[in-house]
């Protein structure tokens, strides 16, 4: 059984910055050879795309609205992603999911086989 557990969340002022950790387990898991993303889900909307990293991390990828302010990157040896998050805004208030998938389908939600439960970010303004 796969379980991804992120952790990081919390409440900070805009224009600070936050660092999420999602932290991978599993016997027959391999996280070094899965793709890995993160998602948001804000009240009322649709959960979107935020960044994903391939597996060996020398791939990454960006949601316009995140890029140049949040970095992903990932510790195989430790089986853990993390997002670095600076320079937040309160429309960046949202629960945080990390995601696993053996593709390459990086911004599509429905090709990650496995979901983490999520970590609540409030930004106040």
């Known amino acids: 059984q796969v379980q991804l557990v992120e952790s990081g969340g919390g409440l900070v002022q805009a224009g600070g910055s936050l660092r999420l950790s999602c932290a991978a387990s599993?016997?027959?898991?391999?996280?070094?050879?899965?793709?890995m993303g993160w998602f948001r889900r804000a009240p009322g909307l649709e959960r979107e795309f935020v960044a994903a990293i391939s597996w060996s991390g020398g791939s990454t990828y960006y949601a316009d609205s995140v890029k140049g302010r949040f970095t992903i990157s990932r510790d195989n040896a430790k089986n853990t992603m993390y997002l670095q998050m600076n320079s937040l805004k309160p429309e960046d208030t949202a629960v945080y999911y990390c995601?696993?998938?053996?593709?390459?389908?990086?911004?599509?939600?429905?090709?990650?086989?496995?979901w983490g439960q999520g970590t609540q970010v409030t930004v106040s303004s």
């Open positions: 995601a696993a998938q053996s593709g390459r389908y990086y911004n599509s939600a429905a090709k990650y086989d496995y």
């Open positions: 599993g016997r027959a898991f391999s996280f070094s050879s899965n793709a």
